[in-house]
């Protein structure tokens, strides 16, 4: 058993499309794969704005909410919670040349009202978590735009919600490149920085997701303990990445074994989870997977988190010390490897 309580988002269970090839697998329903979450052991489901209101662009602000009461209801029924909703700012028309740093003005207030809409989703499903992932507030071309100036208007994104909803809490999940080649906010460094010149930096944290610390070439166990530190970490979104790859979404641990033990080292040590926090996971099934098999990097996940789980609950503290007191690493290294190996 896990001390810890998990979401998931519903486009971790996936058509298996990618950049080079068509969908492999069939359309779940959602109200399919909420059922399939809440037998794996998920209590909670992540959401973008579109995935609760379908077709939201064309939607008015009642139609929005009208709409979140009906998934709101759903959840309940299958005694599921919602953890956060992210608005998709990436897909839309508007949204081209990114939301708050677009060098358009009608695009940038279009992210502010897409921004608001979100809120009042939160409102309706029961959550007081807006996430922002900032898939195109970066450049293509370096000379594009102006980071000064964008640094300020992102600032002021996050205070005109903050402004509108006095509840509600922000995270920021940081992502070096992808779909962007610069992002303008890549680490959680970055991410901590925006929310300490805000007008209520308590409401504003970070999520850190494992692949996008290492695509930034980082550790994403530093990354989580950093904003630890500074008791922002609001979610963690708990994958694997082999390498400076694209954005790979890998099932839990089974590239980096170390890193993922050390990540659920510093959520156990450091009492994560303990506000209400959950254990977000954003894994995709690779696309060989057959349709009948699409929730096994799911469940595959959870149980490496339980199992490194254990492995923490074996670490001993009392020869880490001893370790650190001799300055000797090495053996302090060994043990670990011993550790995870079972030796
Ligand atoms: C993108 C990513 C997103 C966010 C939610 O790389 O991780 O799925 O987690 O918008
Ligand atoms: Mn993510």
């Known amino acids: 058993m896990s001390q810890f309580k998990f979401s998931v988002g519903p486009w971790n269970v996936h058509e298996g499309a990618d950049v080079f090839g068509p969908p492999v697998r069939p359309t779940i329903a959602f109200a399919e794969k909420l059922a399939g979450f809440k037998q794996i052991g998920f209590s909670a489901v992540q959401f973008h704005d579109d995935d609760v209101v379908p077709e939201i662009e064309s939607k008015s602000a009642s139609q929005i909410t009208a709409t979140a009461r009906k998934v709101k209801q759903m959840l309940d029924d299958q005694g599921m919670a919602a953890e956060f909703v992210a608005p998709r700012l990436w897909e839309s028309a508007r949204t081209i040349d990114g939301a708050f740093t677009s060098n358009s003005q009608a695009d940038r207030d279009y992210a502010i009202e897409r921004s608001l809409r979100a809120v009042d989703i939160c409102r309706e499903v029961g959550c007081d978590l807006l996430g922002f992932w900032y898939a195109r507030e970066g450049t293509l071309c370096s000379e594009s735009k102006d980071m000064h100036a964008g640094i300020h208007r992102m600032i002021e994104g996050l205070n005109r919600i903050l402004d509108y909803d006095g509840t509600i809490r922000i995270f920021i999940e940081p992502k070096p490149n992808e779909p962007i080649d610069r992002s303008f906010v890549p680490t959680m460094g970055h ?13 504003v944290g970070g999520l850190v997701e494992s692949a996008h610390a290492i695509l930034a070439g980082l550790d994403p166990a530093n990354e989580m303990a950093f904003a630890l ?9 708990f994958n694997d990445q082999n390498g400076m790859r694209y954005d790979q979404d890998k099932a839990f641990g089974v590239e980096n074994l170390r890193q993922a033990f050390n990540q ?3 959520l156990v040590e450091n009492r994560f989870g303990s506000k209400g926090e959950y254990i977000g996971l954003d894994v995709k099934a690779m696309r060989t997977q057959k349709a009948e ?4 990097h799911l469940k595959n996940s959870l149980q490496m988190v339980e199992l490194l789980e254990q492995k923490v609950g ?3 503290y009392q020869l880490q010390r001893q370790l ?18 079972g030796g």
């Open 191 to 203: 991410a901590m920085a925006l929310s300490a010149e805000t007008i209520d930096p308590p409401r």
């Open 229 to 237: 530190a500074l008791g922002k970490l609001f979610g963690v979104h």
């Open 264 to 266: 659920v080292r510093v």
């Open 293 to 296: 098999a699409c929730y096994e």
């Open 314 to 316: 074996q670490f001993d």
């Open 324 to 341: 650190i007191e001799a300055r000797d690493y090495e053996g302090l290294e060994m043990y670990v490897m011993k550790l995870l190996l």
